[in-house]
């Protein structure tokens, strides 16, 4: 009888499985086809609560995963009413159920952290601290150090998000930030970091470190530091020759599928914009010069290019770039107003940015 009752409980777990894996799979697809159609907010927080019951359900650790792992999604690619007190509940139930590893802890830093930059600017300091207070919360509940150091950094992110976009930040935010990263450094300097696979960022404390001189130096309207070199043919370049155009400095290699694939849209950027005093320089990682010129030549760019060196060579490092692409708007007056990292911020982010610091140097204009 024990055994029949064991047998049962067992199908009736893998049968919930079953259901919690096709609901999610059935939900995703009702959030592309609506999306397509201009999803509206209260089906955009009926998806997510759905999601979260899901996850609350699931027995099983992959169907959780999907669950969970779509509520995040969601979290972080629409602004909705109650994203916020989802977001927060969906944190909880991550401890709850797995308070013992490291895959929530990664999750929570790469997909509900950075989201926290794209709330309105009346509301985005209360929910920061509201959300460091949860951080908190989830840290006092743990004894993992690895989590702990996790959620440290998970509490930086978003100021540095927020740094590298807009001018939000005060002189006190950037101190604030940089003393918690001081204090990062100090507790968990040997902490290995989420995913690290022998790179230069191995530790949390290396993670934290790689924002400290944008903090410091590159923040928003700090003075473009000195950029020169020479370009992938071999001839002599410096930034100060565009000096009173706007410069998008994009950095890029030749193994990097995103920025290659933006090239056609590049081009296009820059014939929409070839009457106005824009100026597109690249920064070439590549560790030979051969190989970014026979790039440069295939996809027939129309920029120069700086080369580099290396991904990490001595621009990168002097721009604080960690990954391709990476692309920073300089305006008229050699001032940092924006950062983009990675193909979707640039696409998303790159055409408006050039058209507010245009109509910025028109109002300038007598």
């Known amino acids: 009888m024990t055994r029949k009752i064991a047998l049962l409980t067992l199908l009736i777990g893998m049968c919930s499985s079953v259901v919690v894996a096709d609901t999610i799979l059935e939900l995703r697809q009702e959030y592309r086809t609506e999306k397509s159609d201009g999803l509206p ?28 792992g779509f509520v995040a999604e969601l979290c972080e690619t629409e602004s909705y009413a109650g994203a916020v007190d989802i977001r927060s509940r969906a944190l909880r139930l991550l401890v709850q159920r797995f308070n013992d590893t490291r895959r929530w802890s990664k999750l929570l830093t790469y997909r509900f952290a950075p989201v926290l930059a794209n709330i309105p600017r009346e509301h985005w300091r209360q929910q920061i601290k509201t959300y460091a207070v949860l951080l908190d919360g989830l840290s006092h509940s743990t004894t993992n150090e690895r989590i702990k150091a996790q959620l440290a950094y998970a509490k930086v992110l978003p100021w540095v998000q927020i740094n590298r976009r807009w001018d939000w930040l005060t002189d006190e935010d950037r101190f604030s ?20 696979r022998g790179d230069h960022l191995e530790t949390v404390g290396d993670l934290a470190a790689s924002h400290e001189y944008e903090l410091r130096i590159l923040h928003f309207k700090a003075h ?57 320089v690249g920064v070439n990682g590549d560790a030979e010069r051969k190989q970014g010129r026979r790039t440069e030549k295939r996809f027939d760019m129309t920029w120069r ?51 507010t610091l245009l109509a910025e140097r028109r109002l300038s204009q007598p």
């Not at 907010?41 to 699931?58: G, M, P, Q």
């Not at 930030?177 to 690290?196: E, F, R, V």
């Open 41 to 68: 907010i209260t089906e955009l927080t009926s998806l997510s609560e759905r999601a979260l019951a899901l996850a609350n359900a699931a027995g099983e650790r992959g169907k959780f995963w999907s669950a969970i």
């Open 224 to 280: 473009a530091p000195h950029t020169a070199g020479t370009d992938l043919k071999g001839d002599k370049i410096n930034l100060a020759d565009y000096k009173g155009k706007i410069i998008l400095l994009d950095f890029w290699t030749s193994f990097c599928a995103p920025c290659l694939a933006m090239v056609p849209d590049t081009k296009n950027l820059l014939l929409k914009y070839s009457d106005q005093p824009v100026a597109y």
């Open 305 to 355: 290019n700086i080369w580099d060196q290396d991904p990490h060579g001595p621009l990168a490092t002097t721009w604080g770039v960690s990954g391709s692409p990476t692309l920073f708007v300089i305006d008229g007056y050699g001032l940092i107003r924006y950062k983009f990292r990675g193909k979707d911020q640039i696409e998303s982010g790159l055409e408006s940015a050039i058209n």
């Open 177 to 196: 930030t940089l003393q918690k990263i001081t204090n990062i450094q100090d507790q968990y300097g040997t902490i290995p970091s989420p995913g690290s």
